[in-house]
């Protein structure tokens, strides 16, 4: 699958600098917190003030205790794999600022994005926290938009960047579902 888009994609991929653990923590902290501002308080909560104003959508009914434990899970999850992302990959999440090690170590052992599972459950959380059947929808079309436009770039320039070890460790860990025990490369 080399479409033209998916190669002209790959110029938003950069490798990080060399840097101590402490500063690409803190780069991955600050991705984190502007990415949740914006993804998972910000928008939903627009977008469930919308639908709660203005349109009459069926809401899921009140779940903001299973809302708040889903997104502090998954939260969990996703800090857990940034910090292992800066830790052991020397680098941060983002395919800004990649790591320059292939990670298979953490959360990473047994699914290959933890952050791509983290992400749209924890919007699933913040749905039943707001009641909001839109914001519920809007977690399925972020898991979509991952799967389908921001997955298939990212795993070319890691096949690209490690070759043989990460086609073993994609071909043994997979996408969605964890592998339970973990992945040893």
């Not at 460790?169 to 592998?179: L, T």
Request: charge should be positive.
């Amino acid at each position: 699958m080399t479409w033209r888009w998916l190669l002209e994609s790959r110029r938003f991929f950069r490798v990080a600098a060399p840097a101590g653990f402490a500063w690409n923590y803190a780069k991955t902290m600050l991705q984190t917190t502007i990415l949740w501002a914006v993804f998972l308080f910000g928008l939903p909560g627009a977008i469930a003030a919308f639908e709660h104003r203005v349109l009459d959508v069926p809401t899921l009914g009140e779940a903001r205790l299973v809302g708040a434990l889903v997104f502090g899970a998954f939260g969990g999850l996703g800090l857990w794999g940034g910090f292992v992302m800066a830790r052991v990959g020397r680098g941060t999440p983002l395919p800004l600022d990649a790591a320059p090690v292939l990670v298979v170590a953490g959360p990473y052992r047994h699914v290959r994005n933890p952050m791509a599972i983290s992400a749209p459950m924890q919007a699933i959380g913040v749905s039943l926290w707001l009641d909001s059947t839109l914001v519920l929808l809007y977690g399925g079309a972020a898991a979509l938009l991952w799967n389908f436009v921001i997955r298939p770039p990212e795993e070319l320039d890691l096949q690209e960047r490690f070759g043989t070890a990460y086609d073993r460790y994609r071909d043994n860990v997979r996408c969605w579902v964890p592998r339970i025990p973990g992945f040893d490369l």
